[in-house]
Nanobody, 119 residues
Framework: QVQLVESGGGLVQPGGSLRLSCAAS????????MGWYRQAPGKQRELVAV???????NYANSVKGRFTIPRDNAKNTEYLQMNSLKPEDTAVYYC?????????????WGQGTQVTVFS
C-alpha cells in the first residue's frame, strides 16, 4: 500500500508563490506517473500537472508558464511550485500517484491541501 502525504498549502496574495510537497511511502512500481489535481468549490476535479517516471511532464493550459513539478525520485517526493498565483487558482490540491504493473493499475491520493489566493 502506498501513502501520499501533502504539505505546503496556505493563503497567498495574487502574484505570490507557494510550493506544495507530496511525499510517497511504501512499495512503488517503477512505471508510474505522479501529479497534482485541484478542485474548486462547485467544480470538478481537474488535472494541474503530471510527470512520469520516464521524465515527461504535462501541464494544464491554465498553469503553463507559472507552475512546475520538480520531482526528487530519491526521496519519492514531488513538488508543485506555483508562481504568479491568481484568485482562480484557489482550490484544494490533491497529489496523485498512478502506477502500472503489467495490465494492473493502482491509484493513490493524498489528503488534499487548501490553496487560497486572495487580495
Amino acid at each position: 500500500q502506498v501513502q501520499l502525504v501533502e504539505s505546503g498549502g496556505g493563503l497567498v496574495q495574487p502574484g505570490g508563490s507557494l510550493r506544495l510537497s507530496c511525499a510517497a511511502s511504501g512499495s512503488i512500481y517503477s512505471d508510474n506517473a505522479m501529479g497534482w489535481y485541484r478542485q474548486a468549490p462547485g467544480k470538478q476535479r481537474e488535472l494541474v500537472a503530471v510527470s512520469t517516471s520516464g521524465s515527461s511532464t504535462n501541464y494544464a493550459n491554465s498553469v503553463k508558464g507559472r507552475f512546475t513539478i520538480p520531482r526528487d525520485n530519491a526521496k519519492n517526493t514531488e513538488y508543485l511550485q506555483m508562481n504568479s498565483l491568481k484568485p482562480e487558482d484557489t482550490a484544494v490540491y490533491y497529489c496523485n500517484l498512478e502506477e502500472h504493473l503489467g495490465w494492473a493499475r493502482r491509484d493513490s491520493w493524498g489528503q488534499g491541501t487548501q490553496v487560497t489566493v486572495f487580495s
